[in-house]
Every structure is written in C-alpha cells, then in structure tokens.
C-alpha cells in the first residue's frame, strides 16, 4: 500500500479524500488542513462520507512530510495563491513523494512552462527522488486525453472542438466566480480570468500538447472573447442575487492555428443562470458537459456528463479530475523520478474497483 497524503479539503480536497480510500493500491495516511477549526476532524467527515476512516486532520505540515509518504495529492488551489501553492509541492517532492495536483497551470505541460516554475520543480525532483503530475477536468482530460482518443476513431479529422459548457452557479467557489470570472460584475470590470492572454495561459498547454500528440505544428495561438449581461436580476440557490446589466455570461476561445486555420480549438461557455446568451450552445440539460466534437469523418460527437455531492455537476467534475490524478500515482510510484504530462501517463481501467463499497 502506498501511504498517501491529502493536503486540502476544498472542493477538489473531499473528491481526493474518497478517491484515496476507494482506491486498493492507496493508504489515507494523514490529511492536511489550513483552517483551523478543520484540526482535528476526521477525514471521513471532511469528505462527507458517511463514516469515520480514523484519520484526523492537521495543520503541522512538517511532521506529515517528514514521515515520508509515498504520495501527495496537492488539493490546495493554485488559483490566487501560486507562488505558494508552487512553494509546497517543492517540499513534498524534496520530501521524495510522487505529487498529483490539478493547481498551476502552466505544468499542464512543462516541456513549455516557464524556467521560473520548472526550475524549481526539476531541482526537487532531483533532490528528493519524487515525480511530479499536473492535470485536470478542463484544463485536464477534457482536452487532452479524451480527445486524443476519440480522435483515433476518425478516418479523416479537419479539426478537434473541446468545450466546457457550464451554470457557474453550481461551482462551490463564490469568490472565483464572482472576482476571477467577473460573474454579476459592471460590464467593464476587469476579470483576471478573461484578461488577454489569461484564456491561452490557462489552457495554451493543453492545445499544445494535443498538436504534439497529433503530430502538427502550430502557426501561433489565438483567442477570442466574448461577453452578455444579464437582462434582469437573478438570484441563485448558492450564491444570490446577481444584478442586471452585470456579466451574466461568458464566451471564449484558445485556438490552435495549423497552416493558417484553428483546427484545435478549447471552447468554454458559462453562465451564472440559463436565461443569458440562450443563443449560445447549452449542455444537454442546463446545468453542464463537457464535450468534444471532432469535425471531420464521420462527424464524431462525444457528451460527458459527471454528478457528485448530490447530484452537482461541478462537484462531478470535480470528482474526475481527482480520479485521473489519483488513479496515476501507482503508476507515479513504479517509473523513474521526474515531470510527467498527460501524454506520458496512460488512462487506465478502474482496476480493482469494480463493486467496491463505498466508505
């Protein structure tokens, strides 16, 4: 058993609590917390499983990694904190653990990412014998692997469409929704999340790595954005009212230009509420999907639809991003030390997990 550690108890931290314990390879062996009121609870707990599994959670971060544990799955976000976030999966990988983690972006794929993050990581790598995995939901295997296999199935492709199509309002994170994302935001307020260049950032890699595994050369990347507010005031279940004439929508693009044409293209459009941008395309039922469209022939349409934490669309997607990083940690732990992307690491069958109960 491979003694496994989960370091945050957020959104992405409860989905990797209950991934750990379900999987036969893993031992939970410590949770690590921020706040303090959360010292002390069960991990069970934490996770919203329905009985305790004997972990308590804690705050002393140096006793954890000092104990040596196999993994570390890295759920603490990356999002307004990256200099930290970067600052503690360099101690857990002096520490000689193999790290999951979907935060910071930019090492979704590190044959590109910046000397600044990289540097760091490659010097841990070598010091502590660890291996490094970074991935995601979208950005993740909603574009990447999950393209690039339904890809093969085509006897001619003109061009690869990722979409994330989504209601903001069941995303369990009121403070990116509305600062990052400009969600009930003046129109002219500037969204960090939807800054030029944020969009090619965020998901460049992934367009990046779909072009190398496809075997073309990328022309350049390009965006495109595109914004609606709301027509009149809505209030949510779980975040309140959001006001009208604020953003209520969004719509962007990163596309990979070949020879002169976006032929891979990462699409996202999300809402705050239904009634905005109804022109715009719409997940099956309304609340969110991830789909993948690849034109060309035949026309293949694939439509993924997850649900976790009472039935949450977010929380489901949530809970499959956990799955792809902690179903690779065996497979971490088997090959050599360093700085694996999603192109390395095959997705695997649920070995072992057929039938099994629930915690």
């Known amino acids: 058993m491979i003694s496994t550690v989960v370091w945050g108890t957020g959104n992405v931290g409860r989905a990797a609590i209950r991934a750990v314990e379900a ?21 069970g707990e934490l996770a919203g499983l329905d009985g305790a599994l004997g972990v308590a959670a804690t705050d002393d971060i140096d006793a954890v990694l000092a104990a040596g544990p196999g993994a570390v799955v890295y759920a603490a976000s990356g999002d307004i904190r990256p200099d930290e976030a970067l600052a503690d999966i360099v101690r857990a990988l002096e ?12 090492l979704y794929d590190p044959t590109n990412a910046p000397a600044e993050l990289r540097d760091p990581v490659l010097a841990a790598i070598a010091a502590g014998g660890g291996s490094l995995f970074v991935s995601g939901v979208d950005p993740g295997w909603g574009n990447d692997v999950l393209p690039l296999l339904i890809s093969g199935l085509g006897t001619t492709v003109d061009a690869i469409r990722c979409q994330e199509i989504f209601d903001y309002s069941t995303y369990d994170q009121e403070d990116s929704v509305r600062n990052l994302v400009g969600m009930g935001q003046p129109m002219d307020y500037g969204a960090p999340m939807l800054w030029p260049d944020m969009p090619t950032m965020v998901w460049g890699g992934q367009i990046r790595l779909m072009a190398r595994a496809l075997g073309v050369e990328l022309d350049e990347i390009r965006e495109t954005m595109d ?46 509420h239904p009634s905005c941008a109804p022109d715009w395309p719409t997940p099956p039922d309304g609340a969110g999907a991830h789909r993948v469209v690849i034109e060309g022939r035949p026309r293949i349409e694939v439509t993924v639809e997850a649900t976790d934490e009472g039935e949450n669309r977010s929380a489901g997607g949530n809970a499959t991003a956990v799955g792809r990083l902690v179903g690779a940690i065996d497979w971490l732990v088997d090959a050599e030390p360093g700085l694996y992307d999603a192109l390395d690491i095959p997705l695997r069958p649920a070995v072992g997990k057929l039938g099994r109960k629930h915690a």
Do not use: C, W
């Open 23 to 43: 999987h036969p390879a893993l031992d939970l062996a410590a949770v690590l917390v921020h706040n303090p009121d959360k010292v002390g609870r069960d991990a």
């Open 95 to 106: 520490a000689g653990a193999v790290v999951v983690t979907p935060a910071l972006y930019a």
């Open 227 to 272: 914004r609606r507010a709301l027509e009149s005031t809505v209030r949510t279940s779980t975040m309140g009212e959001f006001a009208a004439g604020t953003q209520g929508a969004v719509r962007f693009e990163v596309q990979g230009i070949v020879e002169g044409e976006p032929r891979i293209v990462i699409e996202h459009v999300t809402r705050i």
